[in-house]
């Protein structure tokens, strides 16, 4: 026998015993122990606040970082609160400077990092390094947009070779804790990016020790740190240095009415985090979250997937579970702070503007018909299980100014007028443009193509006219879009703050590709209006100048819009929590609280 | 064994072709030619759908979302209304279109690069082609397919493209021996000394003989292609417009927990019948084609 | 000394075909590759942003240049950090192969064990229905995708349409007991289809040595079965089982199980590849493409050592 | 032969060898009997395919089963019948007491094992010696079938070996436990010409010394006339005639016979004549002709011939038996 093969055999072993031993630390037994099991539907890639640009992302770091300002667990609509700051800024009459006093006392963790491996106390300079690291393009920053032309001298300073070393006029700290914001012109969301995952605090001793894998050696002032991290789960521990803050569930904006059902009342006066351990798995397939969700001992929350609705709710209007996991679980529908939607691009003469204005209006009506041919009810039941919300225009649901009274003629299912819509414009097989719809690899991406494609046929659009171009990577087909290669670009967008300005900038002109601006909407009366809206504060006024240009998109006929997703979230009756995925988002761990299944309190909530 | 072999020379007295003894043993082999009239069959479903007589319709989504199996909906239907049992026989169009573009290419393929690594064995073009078989048996075949669909930015072909890019080599491996074994024959030898042209003699006296091994490759790589398609469509690699089992089964990864079984079932119960099937009838194929076996 | 000359003259003559993988893999996954600038971008980039992110990737590079801090990267073993996560691509492998190791064992051990136990059974009742029965066995298990294997035993095993026993998906090595249960479907599900290939593959090798002359002067010796097993047709038939068992360890150690490790969601490096695969994370891509290569070439070694070892009649030259 | 079965060492009684195959039941041997006693040659004598080499594998029971199987007959050995044994008695037999050497000596000894292994293998299983015993004995034997250095030869690996050699290790290893009966199947056929005399002759000089007895299986009747004392010549599966080397060289019965030994060239002709051959071609073995299988190559066939096979009967007046309505005078 060959005797290499033994011993290769010997050293596979090794190997293995090695990588069972490293394993996971389990929790030390017969301690009763209180573990958070969530799930994500992705993993984050990065843990860095600069590149916290995903769902996913925020969710972790918004609880290994703190931000200066955070939105209250439980008052909705959305509001702000003080965090690391002291109190609400200090805005001078013009708008334009920010004073923000930051608290006392806070320290970073522990880390090797520091000095002896003590964390030291955050000031507002850590605050400051923080916000110049999205002008530093050796971070690749993802965020930099939020701020971008409206700190003073924050851009120049990028173009002098982002020198952390160079003070920043527009950006400084006014005491070791006062944070000074000064701004080109007024802009009323900055407290709102101030609560983002990309403000979380980083301390400069732990961006230098780690240098690029900072991204996986998290070190904040947030309440949980890091123990592992792989790419299908995290595992969280209460941050020694965190600050003891008690919840005053008034000032979170508790509402009983809505609210009791879940036992939020139970946290009332007490200290959080109270779990001694926070895991988070990231499982991609819906179905796999929740067979591992319907097992006592795994995971405690999951979004009800599409496929199992029928299983599990008694009816969808309203959403209703069926009494037999009414009894297991808490439920809670969201809509979600984001839409999915169509844009044309504006820059294909075959589809958008022309310099021929008859076929430029011919293409108004294309557009029009093909909006029309879209059947958003059908999609709604085939992958939103019928609850998510359609709605006209560019403003969703989840936001202040959304208008419900506006009429609902963009989004009805009308294929008859579409066809005539053509047929009146001179459109038929032979003159209809061939529309080139991208995707990325994937049953889903792939069915809602060929729905498109079906609806469109059925208005007349030959099969061949509609072609399919798969890009291999998400990052591919953004390529395309921000290069203006596709007539059509479908995606979704996630509310950064909620405020409507965060939707209405994705048609301002300026905006246009490369920049978030996909469809190169170009329209002088709705950029005017952007920029007069831009520096005003919530009003009626602004609302009516935001409702203006919804309306600007809807009667160009620029996009095919819109549906916000309601998604339907259950965690077991034992965790006392109101998850969140919009604003509050990760933050919503830090007071979560496992109780004994046979508790009375729990018992109570059955 | 040497009974055997007694036991063969007695039984194949008879002077035969290969082929025509091998089309004999074959069509005593009733398992190979039931396996045959299956794969017929399935191919005469492929042909109906390239002519249009059935599932030209695969693509509508006019049904209710996954109905269960029923008069009108054979199979079903899938999330977004479409029928299944349309979808399932335009899939086999796919299969037959995929198997037979990667069998044909890889196989011609094998036989060119192959015949001529082992003519000119030795010399640096042997070499190089022998180069060329290790570096793709060294990259890792999805990845393979990876980067060409990257390279080929999303071509329907990059799939059938990268299959023959890795399966031609099996082929090539076996020919190169074939013909290094072959141009030592004595024809060949005649054939270069009255001045036959290099080319000539590979391409019309040596592969010629080589081809009941070019036959049966060709039914290992369509099987082989068939099985491929399926996953590297669920890994997004594979068909990119147009429908597959392979799509069909990635569809329904996230519906079997929900106990959504239509897609999975129908489709990997036709793939398993054709595999199953063509794999038969390559066995069968190759014990005839065996000159060893007196079967 | 020989063994020495010889390994050393191996790894040399290894050197065109890695360069040669390097190029190809350079050609089309690096040069042609995709695009991970977009990836990485905000929400509303400008152009002067796309322009430092390719910078920072160094995508501005001229091809010669690209291609020789490729190379540098081989010979330092340094292959950089993940554009995705930042993480050290040498920290990313010593973390996830592993865990690949430890997927890939059972089912490959068993895979081959019964194959070879299967395979052993068919040839020696050849011709009879038991020779038939494991045979058509073999034919199914090679019909099978895996993909349907896999979905099958997962419903089987994991949902709630079957027997509801072991977690859908995941992974966890803490105790043995946790690795059974999540090695479990994935290895079932590899055994299946394999064992079909596998059992074929021995069959045809145990038939062949087994109608051997030496097998029959052997038993003209009186040779007892089993140790005719031993001498004349196993140690006979190591040299395509070595080849097969040497061949797939590249596999195993590097691209891991992409399938199942994607559709289990299982931290191996089948994942991290079938992950930056699908979001274009190069260094990772060329890091796997090149060790799995230089695995090639060492199993290939290790192969035509244990040939010698296996057989007098090799010699290393 | 008159068959005087208490002091035959090896009898053979009606022997049926069965093949399946797809196309039917071929019988490789059919109804062939015959006796060796101890100390005798026997030359099987026959064209390749008629039956001969597994008439020699049934004398140890290694007919390859399935597809072959001894479907009737005895073959009764030092008392016992070797047919109805059963494998571990078998065993026992084979090497000890009924050796045989194959005709390829260039695969039939394990490629992966030396010589010496092969051969204590052998001693220690049959003669339980121990090893160095049977390491000094390998040596011996070695030496006596005229090796060189066969103390530096016993480490080879046979590839290390000449043809020639290896066939005498495969004799040494066959004489080796000292069996009763050595079945030689063409034992000389692969080697060369000078090799084959030099091999044959110390086959018949070891046969001698260690008394045993021994079936030559060839097609070359003259090894047989230079070793046998009795002859069988076999034609499709079935003996055509047996008899002494006397009587069947000086007179032979049977016209396929008769043509073996025209086909031979004599060196003591003064002119080279062209060597008469049989004409036609041996039958398939699956489709028999009714009569005798012989008939249709056969100068003297008669209408009977074609109907009912001869069956094999001692020739009166003679030691001979033949399987022809015609035999020759």
């Known amino acids: 026998m060959c005797i290499f093969r033994h011993r290769f055999a010997f050293i596979l072993l090794l190997v293995i015993l090695g990588a069972c031993s490293s394993g996971e630390s389990e929790l030390p037994a017969g301690v009763d122990q209180k573990v958070f099991r969530y799930s994500m539907d992705s993993a984050p890639t990065s843990l860095d606040p600069v590149r916290a640009s995903t769902l996913y992302a925020n969710q972790l770091v918004v609880n290994l970082y703190d931000t200066l300002y955070v939105y209250k667990y439980l008052q909705r609509p959305y509001e702000l609160r003080p965090n690391l700051a002291t109190a609400m800024p200090e805005i001078s009459p013009d708008g334009l400077t920010y004073t923000i006093p930051v608290k006392q006392g806070i320290y970073f963790a522990d880390d090797p990092a520091f000095p002896g491996g003590k964390g030291r106390e955050l000031t507002a300079h850590d605050f400051i390094y923080s916000l110049k690291r999205h002008f530093d393009p050796s971070t690749r920053p993802a965020g930099a947009w939020l701020w971008q032309g409206r700190i003073v001298g924050l851009d120049e300073w990028k173009q002098a070779g982002s020198d952390y070393a160079q003070e920043i006029p527009g950006l400084r700290a006014t005491g070791s804790h006062v944070v000074q914001i000064r701004l080109k012109r007024p802009y009323p969301q900055l407290v709102d990016t101030l609560a983002l995952g990309f403000s979380g605090v980083v301390p400069r001793e732990a961006v230098e020790y780690y240098g690029r894998e900072f991204s996986i050696n998290p070190v904040g002032s947030g309440p949980f740190r890091l123990v592992s991290y792989d790419s299908s789960r995290a595992v969280l521990v209460p941050q020694e240095n965190f600050r003891r803050e008690v919840v005053d569930l008034e000032y979170e904006g508790y509402d009983a009415a809505t609210q009791s059902q879940y036992g939020v009342a139970l946290i009332d006066g007490r200290i959080p985090p109270f779990i001694d351990q926070l895991e988070i798995y990231f499982i991609k397939e819906g179905s796999a979250r929740w067979s591992s969700f319907t097992k006592s001992n795994e995971i405690q929350y999951a979004g009800l997937p599409n496929e199992q609705v029928d299983r599990v709710l008694v009816s969808t209007n309203p959403v209703t579970l069926n009494p037999g996991y009414a009894e297991q679980y808490h439920m809670k529908t969201a809509l979600e702070a984001g839409f999915v939607f169509s844009t044309f691009n504006m820059d294909f003469p075959e589809f958008g503007y022309n310099d021929d204005p008859e076929r430029e209006r011919r293409n108004h009506a294309l557009r029009c018909a093909m909006i029309r041919g879209f059947d958003w009810e059908s999609r709604n039941d085939s992958w939103y299980s019928g609850i998510g919300k359609v709605f006209p225009g560019i403003i969703p649901p989840v936001v202040p100014e959304y208008d419900a009274g506006l009429s609902r003629d963009s989004v009805i299912y009308d294929p008859e007028g579409a066809r005539s819509l053509l047929a009146a414009n001179g459109w038929n097989t032979a003159t209809l443009p061939v529309l080139t719809y991208g995707t990325t690899p994937g049953p889903t991406s792939r069915l809602f193509f060929e729905q498109f494609r079906a609806w469109m046929m059925r208005i007349g659009y030959p099969k061949e006219k509609i072609v399919l171009k798969t890009y291999a990577t998400f990052g591919d087909i953004a390529k395309a879009w921000r290069n203006s290669e596709l007539p059509l670009i479908s995606k979704g967008w996630g509310l950064d703050y909620p405020d409507a300005e965060n939707t209405l900038q994705l048609f301002y002109g300026p905006n246009a590709s490369p920049g978030s601006n996909d469809g190169n909407y170009r329209n002088a009366e709705y950029d005017e209006m952007f920029r007069q809206a831009g520096v005003m504060l919530p009003s009626p006024v602004r609302t009516d100048l935001y409702h203006r240009m919804n309306q600007l998109v809807i009667d160009d006929c620029v996009a095919i819009t819109g549906l916000s997703r309601v998604g339907i979230a259950l965690w077991h009756k034992n965790v006392i929590a109101l998850p969140d995925r919009n604003f509050v988002g990760g933050r919503f761990m830090y007071y979560v609280d496992v109780l004994d299944p046979d508790a009375p309190e729990v018992q109570a909530l059955r | 064994m040497s009974a055997r072999a007694e036991v063969a020379v007695s039984v194949g007295a008879h002077g035969d072709s290969l082929w025509s003894k091998a089309l004999r043993k074959f069509r005593r082999d009733r398992v190979g030619m039931w396996s045959l009239a299956v794969v017929l069959a399935y191919a005469v479903v492929a042909l109906g759908v390239v002519l249009g007589l059935w599932a030209g319709d695969w693509a509508d989504v006019s049904g209710p979302k996954w109905a269960p199996v029923s008069g009108e909906y054979w199979f079903g239907t899938n999330i977004i209304g479409q029928d299944i049992f349309a979808r399932s026989l335009y899939s086999t169009r796919t299969a037959f279109e995929v198997g037979l573009v990667v069998a044909l290419g890889a196989t011609a393929l094998g036989a060119v690069l192959g015949s001529t690594a082992g003519f000119f064995s030795g010399s640096w073009i042997d070499e190089v082609i022998i180069w060329l078989m290790g570096v793709l048996d060294s990259v890792p075949f999805i990845l393979l397919v990876a980067a060409i669909s990257y390279t080929l930015q999303g071509s329907p072909w990059a799939m059938h493209i990268a299959m023959i890019a890795t399966f031609w080599i099996g082929t090539a491996r076996l020919i190169r021996g074939e013909v290094i074994k072959l141009k030592s024959l004595e024809y060949v030898e005649a054939a270069h000394a009255i001045g036959v042209s290099r080319f000539m003699i590979i391409f019309r006296h040596i592969l010629p003989n080589t081809f009941h091994i070019l036959l049966v490759q060709a039914t290992l790589s369509f099987v082989a292609a068939i099985k491929s398609e399926v996953i590297l469509s669920f890994l997004g690699l594979g068909v990119k417009d147009g429908m597959s089992w392979g799509l069909m089964i990635s569809e329904s990864t996230f519906e079997v927990l929900a106990g959504f079984f239509n897609n999975f079932i129908a489709a990997s119960v036709l793939m398993f019948g054709l595999v199953m099937a063509f794999n038969m009838f390559s066995d069968a194929l190759q014990d005839a084609l065996d000159p060893r076996t007196v079967k | 000394m020989e063994v020495f000359q010889y390994v050393l003259r191996k790894l040399l003559a290894g050197i065109p075909l890695v360069l040669g993988v390097t190029l190809i893999s350079f050609v089309l996954i690096v040069y042609f590759g995709p695009d991970k600038t977009y990836e990485l971008l905000g929400k509303n980039p400008t152009a002067d942003e796309i322009a430092e992110i390719r910078s920072q990737l160094g995508y501005d590079q001229p091809f010669v240049t690209r291609y020789m801090d490729y190379l540098r990267e081989i010979v330092t073993l340094d292959f950089g950090s993940s554009e995705s996560t930042d993480e050290k691509v040498s920290s990313i492998l010593a973390r996830t192969v592993p865990t690949s190791i430890a997927l890939a064992i059972p089912g490959f051990v068993l895979g081959n064990l019964l194959g070879v136990v299967l395979a052993l059974v068919a040839a020696y009742y050849r011709g009879f229905w038991v020779d038939k029965f494991i045979m058509g066995f073999a034919a199914v298990g090679m019909s099978i995708s895996f993909l349907i294997a896999i979905i099958g035993f997962q419903i089987l095993f994991s949902s709630s349409d079957g027997l509801d026993l072991l977690p859908v998906r995941g992974w966890d090595m803490s105790t043995p007991l946790q690795y059974i249960r999540y090695v479990t479907v994935p290895t079932l599900a590899t055994v299946f289809v394999a064992l079909g290939y596998n059992t074929r593959f021995y069959r045809a090798v145990i038939v062949e040595e087994m109608t051997r002359d030496h097998v029959r002067t052997a038993r003209a010796f009186g040779v007892p079965p089993v140790q005719l097993f031993y001498r004349n047709i196993l140690k006979n038939s190591m040299i395509p089982i070595v080849t097969r068992i040497m061949f797939s360890i590249p596999v195993i150690v590097i691209s891991g199980s992409l399938l199942l490790e994607s559709y289990f969601g299982i931290p191996g490096v089948g994942k991290v590849t079938y992950d930056a695969i699908v979001t274009g994370d190069q260094p990772i891509l060329k890091a796997v493409v090149v060790l799995t290569a230089v695995l090639f070439v060492i199993a290939q070694l290790l192969a035509d050592i244990c040939y010698r070892v296996v057989d007098p009649r090799v010699s290393l030259k | ?329």
């Open chain 4, 1 to 329: 032969m008159a068959s005087t079965e208490n002091n035959a060492l090896l009898s053979v009684r009606d022997l049926v060898v069965e093949f399946e195959t797809d196309q039917g039941v071929l019988r490789a041997v059919d109804g062939v009997s015959f006796d060796i006693h101890p100390g005798e040659t026997l030359g099987l004598v026959g064209e390749s395919g008629c039956g001969k080499t597994v008439t020699g594998l049934s004398m140890l029971g290694l007919v390859p089963s399935p597809p072959g199987r001894i479907a009737s007959g005895s073959i009764m050995f030092d008392g016992s019948d070797l047919v109805s044994m059963d494998e571990t008695g078998l065993r026992e037999i084979r090497g000890s007491q009924i050796s045989m050497i194959f005709q390829e000596p260039m695969t039939a000894l394990n490629p992966v094992f030396r010589i010496g292994s092969q051969m204590r293998d052998v001693l220690q299983r049959h003669q339980k010696l121990t090893r160095r015993q049977a390491h000094s004995t390998a040596i011996e034997m070695l030496a006596k079938v005229g090796i060189p250095e066969p103390a530096g030869r016993v480490d080879d690996y046979p590839h290390q070996l000449s043809g020639g050699m290896r066939q005498r290790v495969m004799i040494a290893m066959a004489l080796s436990c000292g069996p009763k009966l050595l079945v030689a199947d063409e034992p000389t056929t692969a080697l060369d010409v000078t090799t084959q005399a030099q091999v044959l002759e110390q086959v018949v000089r070891l046969q001698k010394e260690f008394g045993m007895a021994m079936i030559l299986i060839t097609h070359d009747l003259g090894v047989v006339a230079e070793t046998c004392q009795q002859a069988v010549v076999m034609y499709c599966g079935r003996i055509v005639e047996r008899s002494s080397i006397e009587a069947l060289f000086a007179s032979p019965r049977h016209p396929y016979t008769a043509g073996l030994l025209a086909s031979i060239p004599r060196v003591t002709d003064e002119r080279q004549e062209v060597l008469p051959v049989i004409p036609g071609m041996v039958p398939d073995l699956l489709h028999l002709p009714q009569g005798c299988a012989f008939a249709e190559r056969c100068s003297r066939v008669r209408d009977r011939c074609r109907q009912k096979s001869p069956r094999l009967e001692l020739l009166q007046s003679t030691q001979t038996s033949v399987a022809c309505y015609e035999p020759n005078a």
